[in-house]
């Protein structure tokens, strides 16, 4: 039998159940989000959110940040989302502020993140997570607004004649089973695509906390600063879905809260799948950025939070 003293040892029955414990519980919350953005998709009237934010541009910023609450896209969705709204006429800033907080600030992450903590301080780090989420996103969008638009974004989305070809038979009048039909569709496609890199997330959290000997790591944890740049790392890498991250975040118990709290916030915001969206609607500058911005903010967040010491 191998032996217990290294840095890593593997149980293959330690992590069939980690993995299917992880799934379990998280796939419910996925499922609910590929809904959700297939009936978005062919039901939302891509006009609608742009008539309902105030005209001064930073109130409509700050309106832009709870939209989430109202529209739920996983950030897996958001950001065809956000390129089909500005095309359309959403400021930049908006589109940007409601980029980064739909992932965190909607019902379903709410109801996951309550459900992965229960025990461990769940309504407390469902609040901070989103108020953090919201804050940051907020200020994302405020500093955008003080820049010309084509600094942030591609040309290809100013230009208002592009895009158009997605919806161009709209006015054409379709039943409701077709229209339903489509949902199911787009949905299907969003559940596959994000099932994968939680699949992946989820096998790689349960190898890390069943395999790698915990006290091999308890110097970077019980670290503050460390354990919160680790876990935001952890987060880019990870790449899995804000309605079933705090699932995994839930499992890293040699971690302060601090540091979970900053994974939950940090990863919708930016990782490795999202690098690579954001570049189809966002300069590469504006990118590099917004990911140095979004470190620096949520770390210092997160860190300020762990050295009030709630008892967590």
Not at 67 to 74: A, E, R
């Amino acid at each position: 039998m191998p032996s217990n003293t290294g840095w890593f040892h593997f149980s293959l029955p330690d992590f069939q159940y980690a993995f299917l414990s992880i799934l379990l519980e998280g796939i419910p919350f996925l499922l609910g989000g590929a809904i959700l953005s297939g009936i978005l998709e062919e039901f939302l009237p891509q006009s609608l959110m742009t008539r309902l934010l105030p005209r001064n541009p930073r109130t409509a910023v700050i309106a832009s940040g709870f939209l989430g609450l109202i529209f739920p896209v996983c950030e897996c969705g958001i950001v065809p989302v956000v390129r089909r709204l500005m095309s359309k006429g959403l400021p930049v800033s908006c589109g940007v502020t409601y980029m980064l907080s739909a992932p965190i600030v909607n019902p379903l992450v709410l109801l996951s993140t309550l459900a992965a903590f229960r025990g461990q301080a769940a309504i407390e780090m469902t609040f901070l997570r989103f108020g953090i989420g919201l804050a940051v996103a907020i200020m994302a969008g405020l500093v955008v607004t003080n820049f010309p638009a084509h600094l942030i974004v591609r040309d290809d989305v100013l230009d208002p004649n592009k895009g158009n070809h997605e919806h161009q038979d709209d006015d054409v009048p379709r039943s409701l089973l077709d229209r339903l039909q489509n949902a199911a569709e787009v949905a299907i496609r969003d559940f596959l695509d994000v099932a994968v890199y939680f699949v992946i997330g989820a096998g790689a959290a349960s190898l890390f906390s069943t395999a790698v000997n915990q006290e091999i790591i308890l110097p970077l944890a019980s670290n503050p600063v460390l354990s919160i740049v680790s876990l935001m790392g952890l987060a880019s890498v990870l790449s899995v879905c804000s309605t079933t991250d705090a699932f995994i975040a839930a499992t890293l118990t040699s971690f302060p809260m601090a540091a979970k709290l900053a994974f939950l916030v940090f990863g919708p915001m930016l990782d490795f799948k999202l690098l690579f969206l954001y570049g189809a609607a966002f300069s590469k500058r504006f990118i590099l950025c917004l990911a140095v911005f979004l470190f620096v903010v949520i770390g210092i967040l997160c860190w300020r939070i762990g050295m009030l010491n709630l008892g967590w």
